[in-house]
């Protein structure tokens, strides 16, 4: 289908906002009436210029409080109206969004505004130009679309038609299946827009929080669907308010809502994912050498260095864990997924917007393919193959020879036995600009399913984290805006699967002290004053989560540079991440100065 996106969804002068557009594969734009009044080119070089790029100008808006007003207001309102059909004549737009009425002024007599739009209609056909009429969410009578409907339906003229807007309908709870009983030759235009689902205000609702299709909780799929049962054949167009967007790249948003189209289309025709991973074939974490000997102490093992790059294999059960000699403090810089064919989930991910990253590699070596995240993350896509470019056992290249302190001389042959089975999750923190994005992103190129979204108190502001998982749990993902603190770097971190975190705490406790987080007595005290639990948590510094599937217990390490590692044990059924027990992580971070 035809794709569109409003101006206003995007940063930027309008000649910004249209070369952004074009460049990310929209077919059309509607032009916002202030990004036009703040243009130093007169409409007919904003027409010129957008069909140079190959976008047509599919709505101009809007056109606010016309309908259900006294005739002197009217007649006021008619010459409003005259002189932006003569403007979009110099813009070449044929088609005005009409907003229905919010001012108190405005009167509810259905058959005025009927009579009202009609002669609207009227005078725009004499330009070659369709009026399409919108409820607002918070109009003063009009608010609902089939309400919009049915003045349109009774004002009864070819040239007005309604303008169906996702966020006024599923914010008000409507159902959507009515608008399957609405002609599609009557329904002018649609506008989509998601949104996370917020007790507020509709109308600060919808100036600050829309966003695009996937990333917050609305039923697109079932809305759009229903729409195109009605025979609708005109264009899917983003319109989306967000205090983020208007501060973020004017590139990448455009892009972003290009995916989340892309994405939406392939929902509504059935498609899923091709290649949903199956699980975490490695994490990589830039090292200065500082990492080996925490692993070591953790029960991971060197057993394997890459041929050709500063890069160690280091295992414990089913975890696997690279190291790279970068240079760079530590951090997490790479994720690897088992995937049941990487090709086609690399292919799938370029679909959508996310290209291959180029990568030298020897002949020898294994082929990886990967994209980046939002973030930066490389996401590789696996399978076993990669594996045997570690074989070698001799020293990593462009590091001098021996064991880093802690570390076993030598590589480990076979499997390495010790209770951490695998990666349970790894955590990315997010420049504040990306959080939409990155939720995006490993939805719909990685086909992970959104799971909670909180805002955890942090001692220097809020925590806002987002969970994502594949449809099995077998990989999950948390995503966190952590920049709270002007001096505050945001931190990452590899949570590690095992069958008895009390016991790694114990050897911990004897052996490693010092790589233990320590927890405050306050939270033991709160803890157990809200469940009966073993004593022998307070004393290993063990956290406690549970919920109605089942239990969760955990310990953190210290940091180092940005990234920290957790020991979790998940029993029963278990599906959060324990974010109740993050601001006492928080805290007792911020207070070390890590």
Known sequence: MRKSIATVSVSGTLMEKLEAIAAAGFDGVEIFENDLLTCPLPPEEVRARAADLGLGIDLYQPFRDFEGVPAEVLAGNLRRAEHKFRLMERLGADLLLVCSNISPAAIGDDELAAGQLRLLAERAAEYGIRIAYEALAWGRHVNEYLHAWRIVRLADHPNLGTCLDSFHILSRGSDPVGIEAIPGEKIFFLQLADAPLLAMDVLQWSRHYRCFPGQGNFDLAGLVASVLRTGYAGPLSLEVFNDVFRQASTERTALDGMRSLIGLERELHGMTHPAVPAGFAFAELADTGSLGGMLGALGFARTGTHPTKPVELWEQGGARLLLNATGDDPKLIAIGLDSPDPAGAAKHAESLLSPILPRERTPEEARLEAV????????????????????????????????????????????????????????????????????????????????????????????RSKAMSSPDGAVRVVVNIAQVGADHLPWQHVALACDDVMAVARRLRREHPELLLPIPGNYYDDLEARHEVDPELRRLGVLYDRDEHGEFLHVYTVTAGRVFFEIVQRIGGYQGYGAGNAPIRLAVQHAAGH
Do not use: K, M, N
């Open 372 to 463: 980046a995240a939002p973030d930066g993350t490389e996401i590789f896509f696996c399978d076993d193959a990669w594996l045997a470019d570690f074989a070698s056992s001799g020293p990593v290249p462009g590091q001098a020879e021996g064991p880093a302190p802690g570390q076993v001389e030598g590589a480990a042959e076979g499997p390495v036995p010790g209770p951490v089975t695998g990666i349970d999750h790894v955590a990315l923190a997010q420049p504040w600009h990306y959080f939409d994005e990155a939720a995006l992103f490993y939805r719909g190129v990685l086909g992970l399913r959104p799971q909670e979204s909180l805002e955890l108190p942090d001692p220097y502001g809020l925590l």
